[in-house]
């Protein structure tokens, strides 16, 4: 079963920046979009940002966008968030997700991370 592994999380104070990577435990075969999610315990899950492979689309939560960028290489199934400006409210446990086919015949899936956690606070 592959994993997603997030790294990058930690204690940053208020206004400063953190670089979140996904990488898989495996190569997928194709992928259609990777993104960063977040969430707080008790929380619903928040979307944060998404990156379609096949066209280079990008696409941000209305408080991700201005601050937050991410990039993704389909080629080597890794995913990362570069977060700027950072408020306390960022605070949260950040997943990644792929949705891709992990092997030529496996069928198009959905993947998650089990997160890192990225705290905001001075």
């Known amino acids: 079963q592959v994993q997603l592994v997030e790294s990058g999380g930690g204690l940053v104070q208020p206004g400063g920046s953190l670089t979140l990577s996904c990488v898989a435990s495996?190569?997928?075969?194709?992928?259609?979009?990777m993104a960063w999610y977040r969430q707080l315990p008790g929380e619903e899950r928040e979307f944060v940002a998404i990156?379609?492979?096949?066209?280079?689309?990008?696409n941000y939560s209305d408080t991700a966008l201005g601050r937050f960028t991410i990039s993704g290489d389909n080629l080597q199934s890794t995913v990362a968030l570069q977060m700027n400006s950072l408020k306390p409210d960022d605070t949260a446990v950040y997943s990644c997700?792929?949705?891709?086919?992990?092997?030529?015949?496996?069928?198009?899936?959905?993947?998650w991370g089990k997160g890192t956690l990225v705290a905001v606070s001075s």
């Open positions: 997700y792929v949705n891709g086919w992990l092997k030529e015949w496996s069928g198009r899936k959905d993947y």
């Open positions: 495996e190569m997928f075969f194709a992928i259609r979009t």
């Open positions: 990156w379609n492979a096949r066209d280079n689309i990008k």
